[in-house]
């Protein structure tokens, strides 16, 4: 059984995409990981340099969540709808039960971004 790398890859490439689906999630249930999860840190050490803790945090993603609406309350709605996809009726009672995550796990970058926006629609943001 002892098979090379390659001759797996080329066993891989005859298969479906359904199939090789199914595999990696076979092998993430098998190996008690995520796929997802394994390749992030391979990534994370060829652009860092050489700081251990510091760097990983800023990599991550990260929570963006409303802390309250301020007094422009009716801007504060029109953004989180645009930033979420909510209706109305929702994103109002998203900013009503403030503190409450606005948007979860998404890019530092991106979380950025929407602090600002909704900071300059008159609300208090935090990034966890």
Known sequence: MATSTQDWIDEL????VLELAERIKALEE???VSAAA??????????GGGEAG????????????????????IQVIKVVR???GLGLKEAKALVDEAPKPVKEGIEREEAEKLKAELEEAGATVELK
């Open 13 to 16: 490439k005859g298969i479906s």
């Open 54 to 73: 510091g760097g990983e945090e800023e990599s991550s993603t990260v929570d963006v969540v409303l802390v309250g609406a301020g007094d422009k309350k």
């Open 30 to 32: 098998e190996f008690g």
């Open 82 to 84: 645009a930033a979420t």
């Open 38 to 47: 394994v390749a992030a840190p391979v990534a994370a050490p060829a652009g």
